[in-house]
């Protein structure tokens, strides 16, 4: 295939394919921030593979690394039975991030992808607390599976169920409505009200920053407020740190500073490091009570994605990275705001932090404009929100200044043709 | 990680690790239908990653085709965007295995794993006929999710759900109550009778072998009476492939001989070709009906397995492996028949067909002990079945003679030795 | 209302009205096996308010107590407060009808419902056992609301539910798939293997004479059967006598002939004797572990039903009822049979025991017309089964031989009649 | 049974029996407001059965058509066939409670309780939207069958149960979070956001003023503003008049003085006249949907409460008792405000409306004492609340001046009583 042609797409795939869509062309090289097409037309990239990709594409030294060790005849697939590069992983893991950080969890390989990590998460919660019920947010996203779905709050998403999704209960999430504490305090009522009908929970899951769901970040001492509910009344907490994780918001766990210990960690999207599936669930040691083999899975064992995972470990022995992407940060924030402001007509608020950062606007479908002018400009840019009201940027956390910058050019130049042909529409 | 020390897993790993306990000692290079673990010791793989490595491990010729792409920077994870690699496997599948079979279906990626690919395939099914109920089979195994955990028969996972599982209703599967036609009659009557309780399905789901169930292989007559049941009322039929597709049984699809055309086929384990995650989901096009996005996920785009996916397909281009894998079964049913024979303490029957056969042990625990034998003499083999009453031998399907011969030695060797124990144990 | 004028009903009574359609009249008094309606039109009672009325229309001792009672203001409702009344029930009841057959239960007054005894029922073994699923059998009825319906079999109702119905597993009831012992040894393997998908149940409910599904009458050998892998599996045995109970297959209970001593009793209908209602469950005192109000109800506290019922319980001071009960069931059966035999054309096959028989025939739609000419001359008698392929005899208990012999020439006229129209339906 | 001796219930009765425990004596003959134990002690009923007493015990008027109907042998039960009483009944229940209120509703006999309605009232909206969810509100309480139970906020109840229970979403009732119309905010905001996770209801299930929830009155702006959320979202409107309709609250139904139209009423307790078992499920025209016996019960038809219920709607031919209510409630609200001043100790909150009102006390277990205080003075009164904490007043609307006043007078003496104990305890 040398053409830059949809027609096999169309013919052979599912009309389930969404994101082709979007970004009618077809890829084929990629380099840290960039990508190319069939055409070597090249793109920025401020969609990381929704967050998978957070080091940027094919990182060098995991090129490096991978390369060898697929050259070497090391083990592809283990299942989890040990191979040096799980075990190599493991210890790196221990070592670089949770020891630094005083967490102390058990490491389980659910199967590779996000929602194996949640299925795993919610079955165990249930388990070790012999409850059924599990609290989610508003605008939470989790997952497809039916476990996962459930979790979940989009109503097209759930929908594709086909089956009453069950055994959860939505609370509000941080912010929802407007009104400092009253989120948290609605929560207690319900959860102490011996008559409210929201049975004692299991667990507690949430992302600290919705990403799918419309770029919410949840204040820290929301966060604090919720560790505090599940202490007092024994219920697990679970931060599904899918996409928020791994340096996402400048630290490598996203609730690093709410100061938080949740009993219970989802991570994959970018653990794998070099956009290889691989999937954790970290288990605080006392709630390590599954049985060896209850949940199980045939990729749980993917050494390819060790080794890359291993060597993109490298990037936390020090403190470069985050602080690079705290900076980055607030030229994002920044940026975002002049935007609002400059472009009124956009009615635009902003929303989330760190390299999870975009602008809601109350426009019906413009943010989806303006993605898309963004792709025909060179840049790669996703939606997000329940109404597909959020555009949101998602650059690699390893972008450099330059790379940054022509990204936010080129997203300011999609913004002012979009309200330009906004107004003509108007007018016209 | 230089030393043969499982000390790392026992102490960050969670107790849900399972394989590494039959099979402790760390692994590192593999090749074929060779295993080493770091003191150079060499094991035999009857295992094949569960059916993960049909191909056996690390293939030369898609090794060189996926170091090419790692070095040339293809695109890694391009979720369902459209790149070079997943056009030309979807291309290659079509002209190399649907085409010839006569088989018209639209493929989804569905996620990566066996679950992803059933839980798609359920919520679908459910979707476009409006009904929650699906029958699955007795023994039946078909993922750790949710929705997949409720067609699974197992008991202890699914005691790991920690909840209530639903929408699903077990049916008796082939020669389950021993007489011939009579779990058909029995599926048709409830199914036809308007007071059985049995709510009329969206969907059967079925493996044509049960792996993980026991080795419980369907005849031929058996799914083309489940077809005759599907077709008469409306039902959708799908097939779950994962582990008894990709040339396992001696064909790519293991329905093949039965000629039944489903209407969802789900495929995984192998489909990567090198072990690395992919799935794919088989829709006949007249039930494509999922929205754009309706079921989505993270690593639906993983090039990696697209590059081996397609070099693998070149197997499939002529009937040479089909054959090979076709005759190899018969030596491999004539082995194991001579082995029930000759060692009558063994109590054994024999399960399963293609490259999915093995012996069901009544004596209890005596199928573990066979394959903890073989262990020590460097077989690798896993037992399956609700009690693990089954050893069951899945060497790679490219295995040679030499390979094979050298393994049933070895489980040969593992079956006198546990006889004769067992002996000692009644006499003392 | 003076005139046998149905627009009334017609007007301002929902669709969801049934028996009105079949019995088009109004009715007013009633006695013994005799109906009236407002034209003072004679009618025979075969139908019993479907087991309601086991002793008949307003039985003259039951009258003079409850009129008595009435009459000196004597408590009428009083939710579960002790009453003069309830207590000579409860004390009656335990010496005429537990003590003597040596049946040790504790009474719970559920509300005044069959329905309500079955969830009553439900709820506590699920919670003495702390499992979910419940066995039911095919063709089997329970009730309207959700608990109760979800263990009956009947498409129909289960319809009427909107949405899946769970925690329950249909099995095949006595002679289902017509082969002595095998629906007892598939339930035994469904139960005893680990892989069958069937979690362990908190009991397995049922009826020993199905009315509503077609009086299908389970064996002896089969409740004993049931009894005891309830025993071997630590399952509780929960018989809904709702129907078959109070006399109406010749014993107080309808299992006292199969000698076998359920866990859970449910009983409604005629135990009231008066038409009124009032349910009981019986419980075996190691399982009566409600809370105290843990389950409740309005009219737990119906004391003029449980005047009426103490009185009715004179009948069973001695055995003349049930001897004569199972006198006439042979008569009824006799009568039945020659029917089956004298009129080939109704593809007739008998069903039931005691008060509880009838013919299935093959005919479509035939048992609905044999039905509406028996209304036309005077005999109320309804159908049953999934398909309404049963006409169903259902006298008083109390009835006299001229009653019987009187409803039975009805009915013979009836089956004349429809069978000589079938033959010019054909003909023409 | 002529003594007063609990040693029957004790032996007997199971242990879920609960008011026999707060009023522990045998009651024998009641008439009006009065009740009489064995003994000949007199109670004055402040408790009227749960609200199924609302015209008194044994209303004279009643009593006499009764005693006639029984006595010229009038049909008892009669299933849903057409009899004289019931179409009596239903042409009454049209002259003089639907037609000039301008409801239009048909009538469906469910089931002769509370649960009943409800359960068919569910069904049904389900049925009718195709959806599956519905949503309640915190401390509603709507019965104890599965269905009911689902939408019933105790976690007491909920408990018993003894499975998840499904397909209901909770919403806070009117002042909930004591901030004017914030609560209806809250559930706009969750129906409207398709991020929500609350999957678009069949129907909202409501009472006006939650009995068991603890006196908790919504206002009618509220309730209009419920009405308004269904209307405009095709939502259907349950009110559940169980306990607060026929004249509980001064007007026949309680949600009257709002001007709502709800899609489906539930009535039963009183709605019989004469406490005797009977429901009505009031479905408007457009949503009358149910197949001939989708839904059906044996005791729908239940005669002698059909007598009664005609014979107490002459109760509401003229505004006499509405207005006599209202003016009560008026002296109710009155003495226990002046309770509450009085006596700060209480820590005491008006909760209720109508012949609903009550005091919820902040001291623990206060409210107990003050109700078994009362009825060692010989006044039934009980408590509500997830807590116990509520203390009930719930006279018959039929009391005079002279009852009323001597009733609130013990209750009084029972308050101070109690105040001085728990003084004492404190001191101590």
Not at 62 to 88: N, P, R, V
Not at 144 to 173: D, H
Not at 407 to 422: D, F, P, S, T, W
Request: charged fraction near 25%; aromatic fraction near 8%.
């Amino acid at each position: 295939m040398n053409q830059n042609d949809l027609s096999i797409f169309n013919e052979h795939e599912s009309e389930v394919r969404s994101y082709v869509r979007g970004f009618p062309t077809v890829f084929h090289e990629a380099k840290g921030y960039k990508l190319w097409d069939l055409d070597k037309k090249e793109y920025i990239d401020f969609f990381s593979g929704a967050g998978a990709l957070n080091y940027g594409h094919n990182d060098d030294n995991m090129k490096k690394k991978l390369i060898e060790y697929i050259q070497e005849d090391g083990i592809t697939h283990s299942l989890d039975m040990a191979s040096k590069a799980k075990g190599e992983f493991l210890e790196k893991f221990h070592e670089v991030i949770l020891k630094p950080r005083d967490l102390n969890y058990k490491v389980m390989f659910p199967g590779p992808t996000g929602t194996n990590t949640v299925e795993s998460a919610l079955k165990l919660a249930r388990k070790v607390t012999g409850r059924t019920n599990v609290i989610s947010f508003t605008n939470g996203f989790h997952g497809m599976t039916i476990g996962a779905l459930s979790v979940t709050g989009n109503a097209f998403k759930r929908k594709g169920a086909g089956i009453p999704l069950q055994n959860a209960v939505t609370m509000p999430f941080d912010n929802y409505i407007q009104n400092t504490n009253q989120e948290i305090e609605y929560m207690e009522r319900l959860l102490d009200d011996n008559g409210s009908g929201i049975d004692t929970p299991a667990a507690i899951i949430l992302e600290t920053v919705q990403g799918e769901g419309g770029l919410n970040a949840a204040r820290m001492e929301w966060l604090q407020a919720v560790e505090k509910i599940c202490r007092e009344r024994d219920i697990l907490l679970i931060i599904d740190d899918v996409q928020a994780g791994v340096g996402r918001t400048g630290t490598f766990f996203s609730f690093e500073p709410a100061g938080i210990k949740p009993d219970i960690v989802c991570l994959s999207k970018s653990i794998g490091g070099y956009g290889s599936p691989l999937a954790l669930t970290l288990i605080h040691p006392d709630y390590d009570k599954f049985a060896p083999g209850e949940h199980n899975g045939t990729f749980r064992g993917n050494n390819m994605a060790f080794v890359t995972a291993t060597e993109a470990l490298n990037y936390w022995k020090d403190d470069q990275l985050e602080k690079s992407v705290q900076e980055k940060s607030q030229r994002i924030q920044q940026f975002l705001n002049d935007m609002i402001k400059k472009y009124p007509q956009l009615k635009g608020t902003h929303r989330g932090r760190g390299f999870m950062q975009g602008i809601a606007s109350e426009v019906d479908g413009l943010a989806d404009k303006v993605a898309g002018k963004c792709f025909e400009h060179g840049l790669i840019m996703e939606t997000a929100g329940p109404d597909d009201e959020v555009f949101k940027l998602f650059p690699p956390i390893t972008i450099d200044d330059e790379g940054l910058e022509k990204g936010l050019a080129i997203l300011q130049k999609a913004i002012e043709e979009v309200v330009a042909e906004e107004k003509d529409l108007v007018t016209s």
